[in-house]
């Protein structure tokens, strides 16, 4: 199909149709996200995995799917954004095979990784398909919104769904049940999303694709080294001696091509920078939230796997709720001002949570929950609209990658801290009686000690218990308290900057989501407002410089 085909195509294909063949793909995204979360204590069992190997399982997914995302925006952009959604689709597919028949757990991480290339291509292009089938401002709005809601919402029920497979089938059901579902993504993609025209001109760098994977991964394992009951700190010099090499010749790189893989340019756009900074520390409080509470409903309190995901399961359905409401609401307060009452809100809900509901019984917690995840969807619907207003249309991938790169780092970071914090507290709290001994990996976690007290006579075991239930309890607390901490200094900064910033302010409300109308060109802005004030006029034409970001280097 031509381009020129593209116009009269689009303005014959149904929207929500296109979006409901998205919704699966984006559904499955965040459901692989969070799934392992509750399934951590049975693959210690069943696959004899150590405290480092459960996070890379975990880690491996977010973080080659961060490291890829601004590649594959780029090349989503390139071939097509329904051959890139297809193609990922795909991918998926088959690494959910490999890991639902997994034997080690370096087996499992490898799947774990192929996963996360195939939710590198399927996330940028389906945000791309949303971007440009929503032609109205308000409808895209609401759109995005929508998109917000599922990936997190179906983040958030991940845990849920997990632990019913667990109690019913074997561990590998919660990857198997990805592959009925991506064969109906595909064939609702093929059926309604129209063929959009491809843009063979645009550059895709596969080598720094690589470096910057490479540089994540490496950046990872230092931060992992460090945070290891007994830090490994030649090994933490070295990974991060070599990952911050890769960063800075993926940096050179990006200097010395007319098209980098990232282009730094866009973070001149304030709506960018913020709306990136805003998904990162989100997503790094929220991961690492959600992994120290799903631990400690099942290792503390006893509850089962799917138990443990109904209890966290408010903040998935206020996330929902707070997604849908807030692209047309966007329109009626701003975007500035629901930005600051989103972060305060999710900021209280933490910390009350944190505070005052923990362990304070079942409505305290719904309650501080519910609070938090409303919070939560509304700050991330927030963020994704403020990345994707400034993009044009044929750089729709690149903006999709990079509020998801935002998210997903975020995410990687904050698992892959509370899961070390977690283990280095734990063994340094953990206080055994002197007359009994354990093996040394058995103080890398409360999971390990479970396993280890087995062979224990009944009252040893009754005092490696309580020894070790008071261990990991500090650590839970401590992490809990890190991430309201991160919370509440992101909701100071955004407030300091909106309040004291007048121009940040004008950006903001520069970008009328009412209007249905394309924004001028920066030469077209003068002539067509001539009553604006020059401070208004400057932030348009900003904004409209921002749209095509990519176009200049």
């Known amino acids: 199909m031509s381009s020129t085909d593209f116009p009269d195509r689009l303005m014959t294909c149904r929207p929500w149709l296109c979006f409901a063949a998205l919704s699966g793909a984006l559904a499955l995204i965040g459901i692989d996200m969070t799934v392992l979360n509750v399934a951590l204590p049975h693959l210690s069992m069943q696959l004899g ?11 491996a997914y977010s973080l080659l799917m961060a490291g890829l995302l601004p590649g594959f925006g780029a090349l989503s952009d390139r071939i097509g954004h329904r051959k890139m959604l297809c193609s990922g689709l795909f991918v998926f597919c088959i690494a959910s095979l490999i890991a639902a028949f997994s034997f080690t757990p370096s087996m499992l991480i490898a799947a774990r990784g192929f996963l996360g290339i195939g939710a590198a291509a399927i996330l940028p292009a389906a945000l791309s398909v949303v971007r440009t089938v929503f032609t109205k401002k308000e409808q895209q709005a609401t759109a995005i919104g929508i998109c917000g809601a599922i990936w997190s919402g179906a983040a958030a029920i991940g845990p849920v769904i997990g632990g019913l497979l667990l109690e019913n089938f074997w561990w590998g059901a919660v990857f198997l049940i990805n592959v009925p579902l991506i064969l109906i993504s595909i064939t609702l993609s093929l059926r309604w999303i129209p063929r959009f025209p491809s843009n063979p001109c645009r550059p895709w760098d596969l080598v720094a694709s690589v470096l910057l994977t490479a540089g994540l991964i490496a950046l990872l394992f230092a931060l992992k080294s460090a945070f290891k009951p007994n830090a490994d700190w030649p090994m933490f010099i070295g990974s991060a001696t070599v990952g911050a090499a890769i960063i800075v010749l993926l940096l050179k790189r990006a200097r010395s091509t007319a098209a980098p893989l990232i ?10 920078s913020l709306g990136a900074f805003v998904a990162f520390v989100m997503g790094f409080a929220f991961a690492a939230l959600q992994y120290a509470l799903s631990q400690e409903l099942q290792l503390i309190r006893g509850l089962s796997p799917s138990l443990t995901g109904v209890q966290i399961l408010p903040i998935a359905g206020a996330s929902v709720v707070a997604s849908f409401l807030i692209g047309p609401m966007m329109s009626r307060l701003g975007m500035e001002r629901l930005l600051a009452i989103s972060l305060g809100l999710a900021t209280l809900g933490a910390s009350l949570f944190t505070y005052v509901g923990f362990r304070s019984g079942a409505l305290a917690e719904l309650t501080t929950l519910s609070m938090l995840g409303l919070g939560i969807g509304a700050v991330m619907s927030i963020a994704s609209t403020a990345i994707l207003s400034c993009a044009s249309q044929d750089r729709a991938g690149a903006a999709a990658s990079l509020e998801a790169i935002s998210y997903e780092l975020g995410g990687t970071l ?10 280095r507290i734990y063994d340094r709290v953990l206080m055994l009686p002197p007359s009994i001994t354990l093996p040394v990996n058995a103080r890398d976690g409360m999971d390990q000690t479970l396993i280890a ?16 239930q008071s261990a990991f309890s500090a650590s839970i ?15 100071v900064a955004v407030g300091l900057i909106l309040f004291f910033c007048p121009r940040m302010r004008a950006f903001f409300r520069a970008d009328d989501l009412s209007s249905d109308r394309p924004v001028p060109a920066q030469d077209e802005g ?4 001539p009553k604006r004030s020059a401070g208004t006029r400057r932030s348009g034409q900003y904004i409209s410089a921002c749209r095509g970001f990519g176009d200049r280097s």
């Open 263 to 272: 282009n730094f340019n866009m973070f001149r756009a304030p709506l960018v």
């Open 49 to 59: 995995a150590s405290t480092s190997e459960k996070l890379w399982m975990v880690n």
């Open 477 to 491: 607390y401590s992490v809990l308290h890190g991430a309201t901490l991160m919370v509440l200094v992101l909701f």
């Open 414 to 423: 904050g698992i892959a801290v509370a899961g070390s914090a977690m283990a």
């Open 453 to 468: 007290v087995a062979k224990l006579k009944p009252d040893e075991q009754i005092a490696v218990l309580s020894a070790a």
């Open 526 to 529: 003068e002539s067509r407002h």
